[in-house]
């Protein structure tokens, strides 16, 4: 009788430990709809990293090197071009005013010069493709 009795407890502890209330599980917590892209911001960071770490310590060529940097940076630019395109139209921030046309306009620069890290690219760029930020 005690041994039936015991083993009703042990079953119902289980069963109650292991028995869960729908209203007991809490509500997820709500997902960023540009953490995928944010996500993969940071995967191309880290290969950019590993990719200069691996150059420097011999194991690329010059034109490799080159090459698969440019290929990250490109894609890089497209990703940070999607995570604004998708936070202006969430409204998560806000849209830019175009720039009042000057007198004078100047010839446009055949090159970009990255006024947060100095990196300077051939051609006109709108992201920075060693940190990332938007090039105004």
């Not at 509500?27 to 953490?35: A, D, K, M, R």
């Not at 990703?79 to 969430?90: F, H």
Request: hydrophobic share 40%.
């Amino acid at each position: 009788m005690i041994v039936v009795i015991a083993i009703l407890v042990v079953v119902g502890a289980f069963a109650f430990v292991l028995f869960i209330r729908p209203k007991d599980v809490p509500e997820p917590l709500p997902v960023s709809p540009i953490q995928h892209l944010e996500d993969r911001k940071q995967a191309i960071y880290e290969n950019l990293r590993d990719l200069q770490f691996e150059y420097r310590l011999g194991k690329l060529s010059d034109e490799d090197y080159q090459q698969t940097k440019q290929a990250l940076q490109k894609e890089l630019a497209g990703v940070l071009a999607s995570m604004e395109e998708t936070a202006k139209r969430l409204g998560l921030m806000p849209t830019r005013v175009p720039p009042k046309p000057a007198a004078a306009k100047r010839p446009a620069p055949t090159g970009t010069v990255c006024p947060h890290c100095g990196a300077s690219f051939p051609q006109a760029l709108k992201y920075c493709g060693e940190c990332g930020r938007a090039i105004a």
